[in-house]
């Protein structure tokens, strides 16, 4: 029984129809398939001028470029004169073999593959009562013109960024990594949107049992539409339950190159700017792109700075909340003395206070996020005035939780990887509720239930907390924190299980 003692309805069934589309393929049929839609567009044909021999025209407008159904279609069929004289068999076979301009033609026998045609960008030509159709690739290449990447600024590196197109994605990949062991295959998931889902690796390189397992799962999806990041991600990480990131995803091509290279596989989705890299351990998500661009030590000692920001917006309301409730002798008395006399007026508690300036703190980013630019900028100015120096003045929080709070938060900023840093904001107030109900032992607590939560996920079959946690009981080398210098870096990562180690003399 369901709740107020309704009975819960099975789930309906989720048959897959095949074919898809009943019926020969003639025009008529495919009039049928695209009645009311106006944008389908039936012309009849004569075949090098002879009224006698007359051929159907099919294409989607928008779908096909007009010039090349012109010029690489229409044109040669109406002035051959040789397409017009031979018979209708002839003339077939001639269009099929080469008569005409375009660069590509493919022999269609049923609706399902004509269909898929039409709605891919090609032109289809048929002879009435014959169901069969010839598919010229006529499809426009209309789509966002390759920009720099908004969310991982290159400052020495290059400055194209993937767009929503595939052809241009993998062709970006192509131009970045040359080599002829890149393996491309494509999947089609989705039954109403049918995406195109192109898995990339090196053969000789990344594991085989890792691109068997991808392929395995992209396959298993099974589902009406794959349009958000969300539609793939979900489906084929280990672990659900979880905030933390488990696939890395990149705008640029070439890091995303760089982790073909190393032995990951790739997944490039229509549609999604994006590119997937896996398997991923934590520490991949604490490298910037520009890190490999920087001199090496500069760059360790900017990763060492991104994991004591993790560890600072993690921990640091937690632990004020612990000592400011529970543990005063901890502060130093000059500092005790003036929490004490900031807090003198504030009419709430500091747990209260702290968890409220975090809401706070969140609303105005989520706000930011998703107004207009310039109306979002306004917002954070405004909401920075409020929650700041007015919240202050009118003794509702005190200034020393104003700034654990925006010490934590700009903390935060320095995550490469927005995913792990909403993870951490979630932890973050799992941990301050702790320290201001339990005290140390209750962060403690937390960081004993976080550190066996991120040691129980894998990614692939690897552990999560890599290279600093052991993969099937044998101990994996790597370099979580500080980077090496590139000539001295010459095996890629053990726990990747690649083909071939050595990278480098």
């Known amino acids: 029984m369901g709740f107020f003692g309704h009975t819960p309805r099975p789930d309906p069934p989720h048959p897959r129809k095949e074919p898809r589309l ?10 049928r398939v695209f009645e009311n839609c106006v944008d389908y567009n039936r012309r009849s044909v004569c075949v090098g001028g002879n009224e006698a021999l007359r051929a159907e025209l099919v294409f989607i407008a928008g779908m096909v470029r007009m010039e090349r159904v012109s010029d690489y279609v229409l044109r040669p069929l109406a002035q051959d004169r040789e397409l017009g004289k031979s018979g209708e068999s002839v003339a077939w076979e001639k269009m099929r073999s080469g008569a005409l301009y375009n660069l590509s033609v493919s022999e269609r026998t049923t609706l399902d593959q004509a269909v898929m045609d039409l709605i891919g960008g090609n032109c289809l030509l048929l002879f009435p009562g014959r169901e069969r159709a010839l598919s010229f690739n006529t499809g426009t290449e209309e789509k966002r013109s390759i920009g720099d990447p908004e969310n991982e600024i ?6 194209d960024s993937f767009v929503e197109n595939l052809r241009t994605n993998t062709s970006l990949t192509r131009r970045h990594l040359k080599a002829p062991e890149l393996r491309i295959e494509e999947q089609i998931v989705g039954r109403q949107t049918l995406t195109p889902v192109d898995i990339l690796w090196v053969e000789g390189i990344a594991d085989p049992q890792t ?7 992209v396959e298993c999806i099974d589902i009406d539409a794959l ?4 539609n793939l991600e979900e489906y084929i990480i280990d672990e659900m339950d979880t905030a933390f990131p488990l696939l890395q995803y990149t705008e640029r091509p070439d890091r995303f190159c760089y982790g073909l290279c190393q032995g990951r596989v790739g997944i490039l989705v229509e549609g999604i700017p994006l590119g997937y890299l896996a398997p991923a351990v934590i520490g991949d998500f604490l ?9 090496w030590l500069v760059a360790s000692s900017l990763t060492a700075l991104r994991w004591l920001c993790l560890l600072v917006t993690l921990y640091l309301p937690g632990i004020y909340m612990a000592m400011v409730d529970f543990h005063p002798e901890m502060i130093p008395t000059r500092l005790a003395l003036s929490i004490m006399a900031a807090r003198r007026d504030v009419p709430f508690s500091a747990l209260f206070e702290t968890l409220l300036l975090l809401v706070a703190f969140e609303v105005l980013q989520e706000a930011g996020l998703r107004l207009p630019q310039s109306i979002g900028q306004t917002v954070s100015i405004l909401g920075g005035l409020v929650v700041g120096s007015a919240a202050v003045e009118a003794r509702l929080i005190s200034p020393a939780v104003l700034v654990v709070v925006a010490i934590a938060g700009i903390a935060g900023y320095t995550m490469p990887s927005q995913d792990l840093a909403a993870a951490l904001r979630i932890w973050r107030f799992f941990l301050t509720l702790l320290g201001g109900t339990m005290g140390l032992f209750g962060m403690t607590v937390g960081t004993a239930l976080l550190v066996g939560h991120l040691a129980g996920l894998e990614s692939f079959e690897v552990a999560y907390l890599t290279p600093f946690a052991a993969n099937a009981g044998e101990r994996v080398e790597g370099h979580a924190v500080f980077r090496q210098p590139l000539q001295t870096d010459k095996l890629r990562p053990g726990y990747l299980n ?3 180690r050595r990278k480098q003399r």
């Open 22 to 31: 009943e019926g020969g393929l003639t025009p008529e049929n495919l009039a």
């Open 154 to 159: 290159s400052v020495k590196g290059p400055r």
């Open 211 to 217: 691109v068997k397992e991808l392929k395995r799962r």
């Open 227 to 230: 349009l958000a990041t969300g």
């Open 287 to 295: 490298r910037a792109p520009q890190d490999r661009s920087e001199n």
């Open 498 to 500: 690649t083909g071939n």
